[in-house]
């Protein structure tokens, strides 16, 4: 009864032809508290009939959860068809938790430095397969949920209404609850896609993906940057800065290849006058191609980022999960028998 669970109750009701009173009451049970459909409160059995016929079976099965000594937890579930995904809840504080959703079983967009590309595309989730990862988190888990990240496996902007309909679930006040603002949706840099959610107005917080700031090293480290180069992702960047706010623009650090001075003088330029977060995260790469950079490097790439972009919040986020592989570009769950 899962799928039941990849909407807001608005839209349920529409879908359904129910009341809201009654999609409501139906997301509480569903999302809310994790329950079968059947167990609505105050819901007319004629009324759960109607929307049980509409429902198309499904279930998410959890295969396997394992502990990172830092207090990561990543879970592999397998789809209906046997495809398989990777789910990560991060510890904050040691009182609540964040999860971090992949949106598609594999990922077609080749970035060089992450374990998920290897794997290739097999397919899009559905929005349910989304809520459901997070469902299965949270009845797993002790602490509240408090966040959601779209950063696991896949580009959510290739799959843009599932991920949308799943954060809209999410943050519905009758079911999962979770604060708009604490949903945060990351792009590799789908300009058109960027472009239109700028332009929809959503509320959840916008991430992209950067990386480098000039075109060939970005190229060489991003595909996706040959589709949509730089210029025209700034511009949308500068966009959505105007329009809605602050954009967080993640940066994976690699030794040697984009924490240089020359790095950071690149980024003055091509960010000057956007306001920006920038999030740079140590390199995580099980092959050992790319390195994080050491406490030197990432120092003095620090203090020249503070340089060239006064003004900015460089915020480094943490590389968790590394020994289990559930740190960010770690995610390279196979389909049943591979
Ligand atoms: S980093 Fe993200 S967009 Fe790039 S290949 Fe990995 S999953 Fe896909």
């Known amino acids: 009864m899962l799928h039941l669970a990849g909407q807001d109750s608005r839209t349920l009701a529409r879908r359904a032809g129910i009341s809201l009173e009654d999609a409501r009451r139906i997301t509480g049970a569903v999302i809310g508290r994790g329950a079968p459909l059947r167990d609505a409160r105050n819901v007319r059995r004629s009324v759960l009939d109607e929307v049980d016929a509409l429902a198309t079976p499904g279930e998410l099965r959890l295969l396997e959860a394992v502990d990172a000594r830092d207090g ?24 609540h938790h964040v999860v971090c959703l992949s949106s598609q079983a594999g990922c077609a967009l080749g970035c060089a430095f992450c374990a998920t590309a290897k794997l290739g595309l097999d397919r899009s989730l559905r929005s349910w397969e989304m809520v459901a990862q997070l469902l299965a988190v949270r009845a797993d888990s002790q602490r509240p949920i408090t966040g959601v990240v779209f950063m ?67 190229r060489a480290l991003m595909p996706v940057e040959q589709g949509f180069p730089l210029d025209e992702l700034v511009e949308a960047i500068r966009e959505h800065a105007a329009l809605r706010g602050r954009v967080t623009l993640e940066y994976v650090m690699i030794s040697g290849v984009n924490v240089g001075e020359e790095d950071a003088a690149a980024l003055g330029r091509l960010l000057a006058g956007i306001p920006v977060r920038l999030n740079p995260i140590a390199v995580n790469d099980a092959s050992g191609r790319y390195r994080p950079p050491d406490e030197d490097e990432w120092n003095a790439f620090r203090d020249a980022l503070a340089r060239e972009l006064p003004g900015t919040p460089v915020v480094r986020r943490y590389s968790g999960g590394q020994d289990e592989h559930a740190a960010c570009g770690m995610l390279a769950s196979r389909r049943r028998g591979d």
């Open 152 to 218: 696991g496996q896949g580009e959510p902007f290739l799959n843009y209404d599932e991920v949308l309909a799943a954060a809209y679930a999410l943050c519905d006040p009758a079911g999962a609850r979770i604060d708009a603002r604490r949903i945060s949706i990351s792009t590799a840099g789908v300009v058109p896609m960027i472009r239109r959610y700028t332009a929809e107005g959503h509320k959840f917080r916008l991430c992209i993906s950067l990386n480098a700031a000039m075109p060939w090293k970005r």
């Open 72 to 95: 990561f937890r990543k879970y592999l579930f397998e789809l209906p068809d046997g495809l398989r995904v990777e789910t990560v809840r991060i510890p904050l504080y040691d009182t």
